[in-house]
T-cell receptor
Framework: KAGVTQTPRYLIKTRGQQVTLSCSPI?????VSWYQQTPGQGLQFLFE???????NKGNFPGRFSGRQFSNSRSEMNVSTLELGDSALYLC?????????????FGEGSRLTVL | GQNIDQPTEMTATEGAIVQINCTYQ??????LFWYQQHAGEAPTFLSY????GLEEKGRFSSFLSRSKGYSYLLLKELQMKDSASYLC??????????FGKGTRLSVIA
């Protein structure tokens, strides 16, 4: 079956702009998690959605938001971009919520903020 | 389940054995995941340990000691393609996985 699909794969924005990233989970998976990956901090949890409800949220400012649709596809939005938001944003889907199941990761969206 | 600690970098020789350690806090602990991530690619699942002991899966094995808050990933008969980052992740309570910063393994000839 198809894996986790993230779009766009690469994007360049300037400070102050906003960005929306999309994630389509594996068919049948209702849990979608988002992580930010940077060389210095590793993988840091952003949020988790399960059946259109946000179950958990990481320690990120309110500029970071997300949502999940009825077909389990998820989007995350970052407003008022800062240089420090440059990172690889990874989406992962699972058949179970709350970290119980194996996470299947997408290839990521690499954001560069200039 | 916070404060996961693993070495930043390791280097090993092709054909050798390497052990990558991971320590975590034991509060509310359920299990410990290991993922492999090649440069520029998505992390992929390697193992999930819930019970104490060693679980072997081909050239890769993973060990867990719940009482010590300690796990390791053992890679045998190293190949050049094993050069990657290895991430351990703590599953505690009903919360999302918390990942360590990863260990970048370089396999040299």
């Amino acid at each position: 079956k198809a894996g986790v699909t993230q779009t766009p794969r690469y994007l360049i924005k300037t400070r102050g702009q906003q960005v929306t990233l999309s994630c389509s989970p594996i068919s049948g998976h209702r849990s979608v998690s988002w992580y930010q990956q940077t060389p210095g901090q590793g993988l840091q949890f952003l949020f988790e959605y399960f059946s259109e409800t946000q179950r958990n949220k990481g320690n990120f400012p309110g500029r970071f938001s997300g949502r999940q649709f009825s077909n389990s596809r998820s989007e995350m939005n970052v407003s008022t971009l800062e240089l420090g938001d440059s990172a690889l944003y990874l989406c992962a889907s699972s058949g179970l919520a709350g970290g119980s199941g194996e996470l299947f990761f997408g290839e990521g969206s690499r954001l560069t903020v200039l | 389940g916070q404060n996961i600690d693993q070495p930043t970098e390791m280097t090993a020789t092709e054909g050798a054995i390497v052990q990558i350690n991971c320590t975590y806090q034991t509060s509310g602990f359920n299990g410990l995941f290991w993922y492999q991530q090649h440069a520029g690619e998505a992390p992929t699942f390697l193992s999930y340990n819930v019970l104490d002991g060693l679980e072997e899966k081909g050239r890769f094995s993973s060990f867990l000691s719940r009482s010590k808050g300690y796990s390791y990933l053992l890679l045998k008969e190293l190949q050049m393609k094993d050069s990657a980052s290895y991430l351990c992740a703590d599953h505690s309570g009903n919360t999302p996985l918390v990942f360590g910063k990863g260990t970048r393994l370089s396999v040299i000839a």
